[in-house]
């Protein structure tokens, strides 16, 4: 409890990724969202490691919302998401609007969002890329408070970004609160 959770890259390579597939992506979105897939989650997880990372997830195939799932194992925990806080590739916003996600992120939405409380503010568009199916995404850390700025110092010299996307709550409903 008090872990901030951090997010090492933006979300949205699935849904980029079918947009291209389909024709119905922008060329250079696409080359975004393959600029960020080729970076590779080692130095961001030695920096998570040294600062006394609690747990730790790449996002993948199951999308945030299932990656997380699979770290919240304490039924005493739960994660608090900031909304607004989330990172999103470039296009991906665009994209969820008209719809294009791989048939991943369906199933990812059908599993895991019985473990989710959506506050009104969140859009549907959002809800739904929470849910997409990634390919070579980042990393999920909860960190300890005491670690955070060692954290940052770290990837910072490594030119990474990072997103502090959230905190590790008690838990008093759902394992998963999304926040406007």
């Known amino acids: 409890v008090g872990d901030h959770l951090i997010l090492t890259k933006p979300l949205g390579?699935?849904?980029?990724?079918?947009?291209?597939?389909n024709d119905q992506g922008d060329a250079a979105d696409l080359a975004a969202a393959i600029e960020w897939m080729s970076l590779l989650n080692a130095q961001a997880s030695s920096a998570a490691l040294s600062a006394g990372a609690h747990?730790?997830?790449d996002v993948t195939g199951f999308g945030l919302i299932g990656h997380a799932s699979e770290m919240l194992r304490d039924e005493t925990i739960?994660?608090?998401?900031q909304a607004r806080s989330l990172p999103l590739m470039q296009g991906a916003e665009r994209y969820a609007r008209q719809g294009i996600f791989p048939g991943g992120s369906a199933e990812n939405r059908a599993m895991y969002e019985p473990a989710v409380d959506f506050d009104d503010g969140v859009s549907p568009e959002l809800r739904m890329l929470l849910f997409d199916a990634q390919t070579s995404g980042g990393l999920l850390i909860a960190v300890p408070e005491a670690g955070v700025t060692l954290f940052k110092q770290a990837l910072e010299s490594a030119k990474q970004d990072l997103w502090q996307i959230g905190r590790v709550i008690l838990r008093s409903g759902k394992p998963i609160h999304i926040l406007p």
């Open 13 to 21: 390579t699935g849904i980029i990724a079918t947009a291209g597939k």
């Open 55 to 57: 747990a730790m997830t």
């Open 78 to 81: 739960a994660f608090e998401i």
